[in-house]
């Protein structure tokens, strides 16, 4: 793939991360990960190794940009989501291999990541204020589960939409 392709696939799918994040108010957008996911994974097939990665940088600016109260969460966090993705991907091998993509890697990538970060941005946000005693919230485990249990489902969701796609439509595309 040429350069100026990654730019544009890069600059595409960080411009819906982007939309994604600023016209749906928080705390809803957090449960519409799964197009965030969905994305990432196409960004790490379409680009290869470091694909996720540079869409995360690059919507996570973008994203930061849009709330600046919490800019520095939101670029932390994006960003940080399109490592693991690219990260579970090489660790699963989950790179198209002759124009196809084994669905259960790509969907067991994505469902690590997704709830792994999931469950991160939880704590960081709701926890880790309530360990230093900065608000008086208190701890609660249904939620910590709640937050695992969307993380995975979100997940295989992302990961079987995301190789459906691929499989089906995108791996003959020239580009």
């Known amino acids: 793939m040429h350069k100026i392709e990654?730019?544009?696939?890069?600059?595409?799918f960080s411009a819906i991360i982007f939309v994604a994040n600023f016209f749906v108010p928080p705390p809803i957008n957090s449960l519409l990960i799964v197009v965030q996911a969905v994305i990432l994974a196409l960004a790490a097939l379409f680009v290869g190794k470091g694909g996720a990665t540079y869409v995360g940088l690059v919507g996570g600016v973008?994203?930061?940009?849009?709330r600046p109260a919490f800019g520095p969460f939101t670029f932390a966090f994006t960003f940080l989501y399109g490592v693991l993705v690219d990260v579970f991907f090489f660790a699963f091998k989950a790179y198209a291999?002759?124009?196809n993509i084994n669905r259960n890697r790509v969907i067991l990538a994505m469902t690590l990541s997704t709830a792994l970060i999931g469950f991160a941005s939880y704590y960081t946000i709701a926890v880790y204020p309530q360990l230093i005693q900065v608000t008086p919230l208190q701890w609660v485990p249904m939620m910590s589960a709640l937050v695992i249990f969307v993380g995975v489902g979100s997940g295989i969701s992302a990961g079987y939409a995301a190789s459906y796609l691929w499989n089906k439509y995108l791996k003959n595309m020239p580009i």
């Open 6 to 12: 990654r730019i544009f696939i890069t600059s595409l």
């Open 62 to 66: 973008l994203s930061a940009l849009s």
């Open 97 to 99: 291999v002759k124009g």
